[in-house]
């Protein structure tokens, strides 16, 4: 609630200002980036507009979560509703509000609402719900009350009226894929947002993955589970791994680079190959015979991180 509060209290204020639309955007993303510190009590960049006296008597327990995967998860979140600002202070709905509100506009008919019947707004919203989310709501809602499906006539209706819907979505992809979009498909080369903002993001994308030598080594410390660690695999992601550094080198030029970065960002599970579950299943026996045979003494070891953060490797064991 307190992240929320900050945020509105934010949006609030920098609506009001009579500054230029690009310094209330400015403004606003930095509030947003700033409104998880003080939500956990740090209250040193919080703007006094924004955060009453009230708030900062609170403890700061920011420094002691900041190295957490559950800080970088919100920090996530909140990095992508900072890079939202212009819509928050332009009232700009997104996609799925509009097409919801466009549902609801269809079944209550426009803003023309029947006053003289108890719950009439409130009872066609909610059929505007079931309708977006079943895709069948005269067969849901019949169901629901008489507890036996509804009959032919209405199935096929519904069914057909289904199957119209999923030609012309399919129609509209395969129009899409053929038009030559700059902003979008394969011929797409630059991000969807301004050279400013897309630098900003990047600046602060590459500050969260930011550690100090202190951090990589209390990292390397909480992960030697490897796997088995949460920790370990939410600080894999959107870093370069030993593993790939083949691929990067040898990429050609003359080739896109849209699947290797898709395979960095959104990697394949491949917990279940059959390969890896047999490796993981004997590792121990392997490093214990191996200790015998080369008389050497092997010690577990978790996620190193290069200097330069986004690099990192993991060996499975190392000796001394």
Known sequence: MKLRRYTVRAIKLRKREEVSDNQKMIKLRSDILNALYHSFGSHFNCDDAICPATDKTDRNTALDLANTVLWRK????????????????????????????????????????????????????????????????????????????????????ETQKLKRKVYKRSFRKRFRRNMDDPDYGQKARRPDMTEEDFQMSKSEFLKQMELSDQ????????????????????????????????KICKRKENISCAPLVRSIVKPQIISNVPSIKYGKANEQTALAQLSRQESITITRCGLYIHHHHHHHYSPSQVHC
Request: glycine share 4%; aromatic share 12%; with cysteine.
């Open 74 to 157: 919100m920090s996530q979140i909140v990095s992508f509703l900072a890079s939202n600002a212009k819509s928050l202070v332009f009232d700009v709905d997104s996609n799925p509000a509009e097409t919801f509100n466009s549902v609801i506009a269809k079944y209550v008919g426009g803003k023309r609402i029947n006053y003289t019947q108890r719950n009439s707004y409130q009872e066609r919203c909610v059929a505007a719900a079931i309708s977006f989310n079943t895709k069948r709501p005269i067969y849901t809602i019949y169901k629901r009350i008489f507890g036996k499906p509804t009959g032919k006539y209405t199935n096929s209706y």
């Open 215 to 246: 951090q990589r080594d209390d990292l390397q410390i909480h992960t030697i589970d490897q796997s088995s660690s949460q920790e370990w695999l939410e600080n894999r992601k959107n870093r370069l791994t030993a593993s790939i550094f083949g």
